[in-house]
């Protein structure tokens, strides 16, 4: 309303030093103000970036503040703006997997963008399960976007409750309707582990069409698979 401020802070980076030389210019010519910072830590120069429009047809998954339309235990999930939070804690820890799962319906042919952020220690896991059923109990069995703080696993394709590891980071994998599977390398694991951002935001994206699986970390693809047993898991 008039007469009214609201003073909105932005979160830029934590590990840059105080600055004793701060200025916002625009660095690279696109018309938004970017920060450059010099200290005894050396000079940074922190690059505005706006997120690409949203495809036609895109559809948020989550509301923010909110876990309406997710079920899953909430004192493990929460909300937190436009973020979706899961926690364990000394006080609290998991002894299982937790899953918070989606309810909005059954999904066709699919891409799903995400950011994701691990923090602990090199046992931390996760991951996002899709094309999957919710089992007696609470656990999920089905494909899996593997995610660990030691980047052994993170941007491998798994099968939960199933065959386990589908898609090695790296590798080209095809299932045919028998089981059998053929390999092909296109990326040498560590390839993929460098990509991944130790507890910093990183981007994910899985395509599910059909048969076919691609997921890619921070731009960078880690796995595709083909399964063609897809008709009999779903």
């Given at each position: 309303g008039a007469g009214q401020v609201s003073f909105v802070p932005h979160f830029i980076d934590d590990d840059s030093g105080i600055g004793t030389q701060v200025m916002a210019t625009d660095v690279n010519g696109d018309s938004l103000p970017d920060v450059v910072v010099g200290n005894k830590?050396?000079?940074f120069v922190h690059v505005?970036?706006?997120?690409?429009?949203e495809p036609d047809g895109a559809r948020r998954l989550n509301q923010a503040g909110s876990l309406a339309g997710w079920s899953g235990d909430t004192s493990i999930w929460r909300a937190e703006g436009d973020m979706i939070v899961g926690e364990s804690t000394p006080q609290r820890p998991l002894n299982k997997n937790a899953f918070l799962v989606w309810n909005g319906g059954k999904l066709a042919d699919f891409e799903l963008r995400l950011k994701?952020?691990?923090t602990g220690g090199d046992d931390a896991n996760g991951g996002i399960q899709f094309?999957?059923?919710v089992l007696d109990g609470g656990d999920v069995k089905g494909?899996?976007?593997d995610i660990d703080n030691a980047a052994n696993y993170v941007g491998v394709l798994w099968d939960e409750h199933g065959r386990g590891a589908l898609g090695p980071q790296g590798?080209?994998?095809v299932y045919d309707r028998a089981g059998?599977?053929?390999e092909q390398r296109f990326a040498e694991a560590e390839q993929i582990k460098s990509a991944f951002k130790k507890g910093d935001w990183n981007d994910y994206v899985i395509t599910a069409s059909g048969e076919h699986i691609i997921l890619k970390l921070n731009g960078v693809t880690t796995t595709m698979v083909t399964?063609?047993?897809f008709t009999e898991l779903k």
């Amino acid at each position: 309303g008039a007469g009214q401020v609201s003073f909105v802070p932005h979160f830029i980076d934590d590990d840059s030093g105080i600055g004793t030389q701060v200025m916002a210019t625009d660095v690279n010519g696109d018309s938004l103000p970017d920060v450059v910072v010099g200290n005894k830590k050396g000079t940074f120069v922190h690059v505005q970036q706006r997120p690409a429009a949203e495809p036609d047809g895109a559809r948020r998954l989550n509301q923010a503040g909110s876990l309406a339309g997710w079920s899953g235990d909430t004192s493990i999930w929460r909300a937190e703006g436009d973020m979706i939070v899961g926690e364990s804690t000394p006080q609290r820890p998991l002894n299982k997997n937790a899953f918070l799962v989606w309810n909005g319906g059954k999904l066709a042919d699919f891409e799903l963008r995400l950011k994701f952020r691990l923090t602990g220690g090199d046992d931390a896991n996760g991951g996002i399960q899709f094309r999957s059923e919710v089992l007696d109990g609470g656990d999920v069995k089905g494909y899996q976007a593997d995610i660990d703080n030691a980047a052994n696993y993170v941007g491998v394709l798994w099968d939960e409750h199933g065959r386990g590891a589908l898609g090695p980071q790296g590798v080209k994998a095809v299932y045919d309707r028998a089981g059998g599977k053929t390999e092909q390398r296109f990326a040498e694991a560590e390839q993929i582990k460098s990509a991944f951002k130790k507890g910093d935001w990183n981007d994910y994206v899985i395509t599910a069409s059909g048969e076919h699986i691609i997921l890619k970390l921070n731009g960078v693809t880690t796995t595709m698979v083909t399964d063609r047993t897809f008709t009999e898991l779903k």
